[in-house]
């Protein structure tokens, strides 16, 4: 919840170095949020190793 607060609190801002939060909801029980794509999701980048998973440096890139 402080999460999403936080964004929508810089959302309304309108601050453009920060991910701009679309929406909130719950699904089953789980708070989401969705965002704005900046890059390519984790489903398709796995799609593409052809579900062989990744290997530590693209892991790394993405963590940091």
């Known amino acids: 919840d402080l999460e ?6 810089l959302k309304k801002k309108k601050l ?9 909801l719950e699904f089953w029980g ?6 704005e794509i900046l890059s390519t999701n984790l489903y398709d980048l796995i799609k593409e190793s052809g579900f062989n998973g ?3 440096e693209v892991i790394w890139k993405i963590a940091i």
Request: net charge negative; proline share 0%.
């Open 30 to 35: 789980h708070k989401c949020m969705t965002m």
């Open 4 to 9: 999403i607060e936080i964004l929508t609190n």
């Open 54 to 56: 990744l290997n530590m």
């Open 16 to 24: 453009n170095y920060i991910i701009e939060i679309y929406e909130e």
